[in-house]
DNA sequence: CTGTTAGCGCTTTCAA
DNA sequence: TTGAAAGCGCTAACAG
């Protein structure tokens, strides 16, 4: 690790003036081709990269962004990060990845430090909290995006899922197959998605003329134990409840788990749909109905909205809303598959 | 988006030289209490956070470092990651994640971005090149570590997995089990741990005076695609095989896919055993036995090792050595469990 | 204890 | 087409 070779130096090299060596590493013209090849030589020759940090101290332009997730390692948010991370490299630009660990007072804190990097932008997917202060801290960024959620204090670019209508269909589905008496593992309480979801589980009951059964509807923890549990106490409860719909695929396998137990026979007694389609859902058995959103597409979108706000296209609220697909496979077939 | 508040802002505020306003937030002594105090008032009314940027420039540090990872959306990689990102927070340090796509041109590309941006170091996660390019590049780094990895052409402080042992013990597990036919899905041919793992099979199967059959070891793709094909082949070619140890918990999940379709029942007609307990390794039916890796702990190892170079306590070429653990569910259950 | 001066490596502005 | 000067916001070294 010698000192770090500097504008200067490739400058001193070229024989030519440091604004010289700067007019040709931006590509800007009024630089004769002949300096300009002379000053390229130099700087292959001795590998000079140029300081990022003096970049963007000079025009306070950094080239870099701030994604802040609740858990990287929750399948939901590695395959957004892949999406935005993809579009980011392919645009230039580096991502900071900051885990607020599901902790709210960390995504205060991540982004005090994405402030003092002055990132160009930043990401957030699945922000927890909407506190005075997390409002305040992102003003002060120059862009922001929103993931799967919304602020209702102050409007930001956001990419949003189609909660209501994938849950509406994933119903529907259900209730093709003849079944009538459809349970709800309806996730957390303060669930943003959950409520949108709830809502599509609702529209489909009225839409079918059937009454909603308190009863059947169960909050639960969004991970498998959660639905493991709620499962279990709903279907005990209410033995005649022949389908699930829940909140997302791992409660889905929560519930086949409890449906194992319990000696239910996944789709005969209960049919089974989850939602989001992360990599887990293909693979359990049976394998799993579910709505599938396409997450990879998600973070690219944002990464595009936070992009057109970087170059000043201010685009106020713009929200781009993906559609859930319905993925049918074995604990939901389709009807015809069904052996009554 | 007002223009930044700077330093001598604060200064100016507060009635002192903006060099005392600096030593306010280094935490540095000779203030006195009640200039400080003072300071820090105007810090906190004004919401001033410091320049990154200058202070990098100024330092030559920048409490950032990259992180560079085939794939974020693999489970592997995204624990890992998520290790590495919580002890980088806790020790005041932002990652840059940098996905190679598992394209090797994308290696040396991130590389290069990371050195501009003056990363204090570089935390590599399955390097999939080793070229002089790569080489160089790596140099170039004031600190670097290596996960899952070694090169021989140049040592690096590093993160490695047992995987010799750890295949050792899986393969023992099933002779335990009374199975004396085992078969291998070796992985990717190419694969540093595959070797290794393949190292592990050769190893107890001597120990137990066993010979080598070549037909029983097959190499396959590490995904669930991969083993599907290989173990179908490998069981149709050589029925007498009766227990299988996987490159990985995805190539056994392919192979449990392929004892489905062949009728072999797991683990009566064939045992299997996987490496990495991912998350998904406990939610497959029937469960998966396999080698747990901690993923993690790995992260957490690796980013101490990169901060202990990085405060000039330079290791040469220590290397952390995790052993896994091998974690007995249904495909391959304890040996009374298993009836005859 | 506090302030002044001089960079860090680059871009921007202006002059030649 | 090129170069000189100033400044981005901070810290380090020195002087008081």
Not at 94 to 99: G, I, K, P, T
Not at 241 to 264: E, K, T
Request: hydrophobic share 40%; with cysteine; glycine share 6%.
């Amino acid at each position: 690790m010698a000192r770090r070779i500097t504008i200067s130096d490739v400058a001193k090299l070229a024989g030519v003036s440091h604004q010289t060596v700067s007019r040709v590493i931006n590509n800007k013209p009024d630089v004769s081709p002949a300096t300009r090849q002379r000053v390229l030589e130099v700087i292959k020759k001795t590998g000079y990269r140029p300081s990022g940090l003096a970049r963007g101290l000079a025009t306070s332009k950094t080239a870099t962004i701030g994604m802040v997730v609740p858990d990287i390692s929750n399948p939901f948010f590695s395959d957004i990060a892949r999406g935005i991370e993809t579009t980011a490299y392919e645009r230039g630009y580096n991502v900071f990845l900051c885990n607020t660990n599901e902790e709210p007072e960390r995504e205060l804190e991540v982004l005090y430090s994405l402030e003092q990097k002055q990132v160009d932008g930043v990401i957030l997917c699945g922000l927890r909290q909407k506190t005075p202060a997390l409002l305040d801290a992102l003003e002060r960024f120059f862009a922001v995006v929103l993931v799967n959620r919304l602020l209702e204090e102050k409007t930001f670019p956001a990419v949003m899922i189609d909660n209501q209508t994938g849950a509406k269909e994933a119903v529907q589905h259900l209730l093709n197959l003849g079944r009538t008496n459809i349970g709800l593992l309806v996730g957390p309480a303060f669930s943003y998605s959950a409520k949108q979801r709830y809502q599509g589980y609702i529209e489909a009951m009225h839409n079918a003329g059937l009454p909603i059964q308190d009863g059947w509807i169960h909050n639960c923890i969004p991970t498998v134990e959660g639905g493991e549990q709620a499962a279990r106490v709903l279907l005990e409860a209410h033995p005649e409840v022949n389908a699930l719909f829940c909140y997302n695929d791992l409660v889905a396998v929560g519930a086949i788990q409890a449906c194992h137990a319990l000696q239910r026979k996944i789709p005969e007694d209960v049919a089974i749909i989850g939602f989001d389609d992360i990599y887990l859902a293909a693979l359990v058995t049976p394998a799993l109905t579910t709505c599938r959103v396409p997450l990879i597409e998600m973070g690219h979108h944002a990464m595009g909205l936070l992009l057109q706000q970087i170059n000043e296209k201010h685009l106020g609220s713009r929200v781009i809303t993906v559609t859930p697909q319905l993925i049918i496979r074995d604990s939901a077939p389709f009807a015809h598959e069904l052996t009554p």
